[in-house]
């Protein structure tokens, strides 16, 4: 039943898989939409922020086509196992959350308005769930890079929570914790930009699927 359970509930570090040094698999060098490099060290002046929100899929997709976005990435994080495979994140035995890397420029995008596309295209309040897709690996999460991107991050969950409370919603559930000890575990090749080589495949947010409870953004 180990595995059932883990579905709705987060292995302990007991429990977790063991993982291994090094990636199992290479990852491609360049974004198949933008062209740039996946992996950093990057450009002088870009930032980065990690959050998870369902299927990484269509979650990739909604920041590749946002203005001042450099690059972006799939990958695995938030858990215990180190350099997890899709099958073992699937699992629910290595704690892991599927997660998209934004690499951006500020002076084109801001984090905040990064992390409004984040509330507005999924339902934060979901748990371990994103629509028909269950699982740890599908919780909402947000991994900072910065004093400062913590605490926009917590603001604008305690401003989308008070919408979501006056529209009769419930209580958001996502993690917002530091990305220092949480690393991003980059995803095998095929799951880079699935959707651009795959334009028809399985969508799970932003648009054709789950869609945020919200339809509420916080007043400006």
């Known amino acids: 039943m180990l595995f059932g359970r883990h579905l709705n509930q987060l292995p302990t570090p007991e429990e977790a898989l063991k993982g291994r040094p090094e990636r199992a698999y290479a990852v491609p060098e360049r974004h198949t939409v933008l062209g740039n490099p996946l992996l950093g060290p990057y450009p002088e002046g870009l930032e980065v922020a990690d959050v998870g929100m369902g299927c990484f899929w269509g979650a990739e997709r909604i920041f590749w086509q946002a203005e001042g976005v450099w690059t972006t990435l799939v990958g695995y994080q938030g858990g215990i196992t180190p350099n997890p495979t899709y099958e073992e994140a699937c699992s629910g035995l290595t704690g892991h959350t599927e997660a998209v890397r934004v690499v951006f420029d500020p002076s084109k995008i801001s984090y905040a308005s990064l992390l409004k596309l984040f509330w507005e295209s999924h339902d934060p309040t979901q748990g371990f769930r994103q629509g028909n897709d269950r699982g740890t690996q599908y919780r909402s999460a947000i991994y900072t890079h910065s004093p400062e991107q913590q605490r926009t991050a917590e603001a604008s969950r305690d401003d989308y929570q008070r919408a979501l409370t006056a529209s009769g919603h419930g209580t958001i559930t996502t993690?917002?914790?530091?990305?220092?000890?949480r690393p991003f575990y980059p995803a095998e090749t095929y799951h880079q930009q699935y959707l651009d080589k795959n334009p028809a495949g399985y969508c799970g947010i932003g648009g054709t699927g789950v869609s945020c409870p919200v339809g509420?953004?916080?007043?400006e």
Not at 175 to 181: F, H, K, M, R, V
Not at 216 to 219: E, S, V
């Open 216 to 219: 509420i953004a916080p007043a």
């Open 175 to 181: 993690e917002i914790l530091p990305a220092e000890d």
